[in-house]
């Protein structure tokens, strides 16, 4: 498969480290708000990179943390702790609002048939691993201690910023937020790994630490997670593209600085959902959820076939017409897919060629609208109908659009509706009509029409024998 790497600008052949077992990590979300669609959508490609891992043959241990601590308001290390910020907004505790809305975001992602990880972490849960990792930093004169906190020292490093080819635009998130200029830090980028010293005396969650009471910064959490649960040789880390600076090009410099070699082979970045007036963002208050969608109407299944129709390496613009646009496409679909019948012998051959498509679209640095084409050249294909519903459950398996579940909920609710309006007394003048046909007694025939026309139905003769409707 080859995937762009952010990390050395190109399109690479992904070879994890093992054949058998790719490490993946990937960055949950701040627990303080809802996820939002944009969130989402990062989620959504990264759920779909997993599957196409595990298509390929793969094993995957994935690792995802989740941001309970330590994420302030500005990525530049200045402002409040995102989960203060969002306990005194609702007056809960910051654990109430971390459990409410992990689970939150688990029951979106279930909606969106985003697979859970292998291995969910809060980072509340690995003080004493990133106390260990920042006190090496500190032993190995990567780190110093200044005004209470301790900071990485980005000065010690041959290279600092990997991803350098991003736009100006997201390079400057951490730093367009970051009002204040810390005067503890020796260099510009200098960041923190431990606070103590926070200016908000109300900090909820702080743990004893050789440099005084306090707490985790944001960045060493996804290292530590990463470290304990994969190890230091990492085949993959996913996010979203915000997080390339400062959050990633942060864990790099202070892992590789802490295990003495390369960390990550792979850096695959999610670009963004925005808005016609920008980037979505939870920070700016209102925005938009799944449970939002479904009150308005929408099946969660129209917005992951939404992300699926663009490329993750593109800026996707949400707007409502292009989201309808989507919920059509989906009914379509599902609708035709309700027609196959599951007849005949699956033509392995046809079907072979028709995985081939896919596997291609996927291989392609996970082209997901090539994929959902190769969904429609089922549809189309000079083949029985078995055979493309073996493609389209196999395709499924990476997609998780419910392609067969949701045309067999069709078919149901279909043939409910024909039991709803069966009448055996029409049923029984219909028949009769046509018994009154067959014995050439036309008058009859002609009268029972007339009748059921009175009536508003209509009889349609078809090669099937005589059916109706109401009109
Ligand atoms: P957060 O919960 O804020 O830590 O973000 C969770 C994930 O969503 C991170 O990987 C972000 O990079 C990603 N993300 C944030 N905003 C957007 C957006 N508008 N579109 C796509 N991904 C986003
Ligand atoms: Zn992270």
């Known amino acids: 498969m080859y995937l762009y790497n952010s990390a050395t600008h ?32 990062t989620y959504i490609m990264e759920d779909i990179l997993e599957k196409a891992l595990r298509y390929e043959g793969y094993h995957v241990k994935r ?6 601590v330590g994420h302030l308001a500005s990525d530049a ?19 109430e609002i971390a459990q409410y809305y992990t689970e939150a975001f688990f029951a979106d992602c279930e909606k969106l ?38 900071y990485f ?57 050789p440099w005084g009471v306090g707490y985790p910064g944001w960045h060493i959490e996804c290292s530590g997670i990463s470290l304990k649960y994969l190890g230091e040789d990492l085949d993959i880390h996913a996010g979203g593209i915000d997080n390339a600076f400062p959050h990633h090009t942060n864990e790099i410099a202070q892992t590789e ?33 799944v449970s939002l969608l479904e009150q308005k109407g929408y099946d969660p299944m129209a917005y992951r076939l939404f992300c699926l129709q663009s490329h993750y390496r593109r800026n996707l613009v949400f707007s409502w017409e292009n989201l309808d646009n989507a919920a059509v496409s989906y009914e379509k679909l599902i609708a035709k897919i309700a027609q196959l019948k599951n007849e005949g012998e699956v033509d392995t051959q046809a079907l072979e060629a028709l995985k081939e498509k896919f596997l291609t679209a996927l ?19 000079k083949t029985n109908d078995a055979t493309k519903l073996a493609a389209l459950a196999d395709f499924d398996q990476v997609l998780s659009l419910n392609l067969l579940q949701a045309a067999a909920k069709l078919r149901d609710r279909q043939a409910q509706e024909e039991a709803a309006s069966a009448d055996p007394e029409i049923d029984a003048l219909v028949a009769a009509r046509t018994e009154a046909k067959k014995a050439k007694n036309y008058a009859e025939a002609d009268r029972i029409r007339d009748e059921l026309k009175a009536r508003g139905i209509e009889i349609i003769d078809t090669p099937q024998g005589a059916k109706w409707r109401k009109v």
Not at 63 to 68: C, F
Not at 126 to 149: R, S
Not at 153 to 173: P, Q
């Open 77 to 95: 290390d200045t402002g409040e702790d995102k989960m203060l910020k969002g306990a005194k907004r609702e007056n809960k505790s910051v654990m």
């Open 10 to 41: 190109k399109k690479e052949l992904f070879t994890p480290n093992d054949p058998n077992l790719v490490k993946m990590y990937t960055c949950g979300p701040t627990v303080y708000h809802f996820a939002h669609i944009g969130n989402l959508r």
């Open 363 to 381: 291989r392609g640095d996970l082209n997901t609208s090539l994929a959902v084409t190769a969904v429609y050249d089922v549809l189309k294909a």
């Open 113 to 150: 048939n985003i697979k859970k990880p292998d291995i969910i972490q809060p980072a509340t849960g690995c003080i004493p691993e990133f106390i260990a990792m920042v006190q090496g930093l500190l032993d190995k004169g990567f780190a110093y201690f200044a005004g209470g906190n301790v």
């Open 257 to 289: 600085s802490f295990i003495g070699h390369k960390w990550c082979n792979y850096w695959f970045h999610v670009h963004h959902l925005n808005t016609d007036t920008g980037k979505m963002s939870k920070s700016k208050g209102e925005f938009l959820t």
């Open 153 to 209: 020292d980005t000065s010690k490093l041959e290279k600092y910023y990997v991803f350098n080819d991003h736009d100006e635009e997201d390079l400057n998130i951490g730093v367009r937020e970051g009002v204040e200029e810390d005067t503890n830090k020796r260099n510009k980028n200098d960041f923190v790994l431990w606070f103590t010293k926070s200016k908000f005396e109300d900090q909820a969650l702080k743990w004893d630490s």
């Open 63 to 68: 690792v995802m943390n989740i941001t309970d």
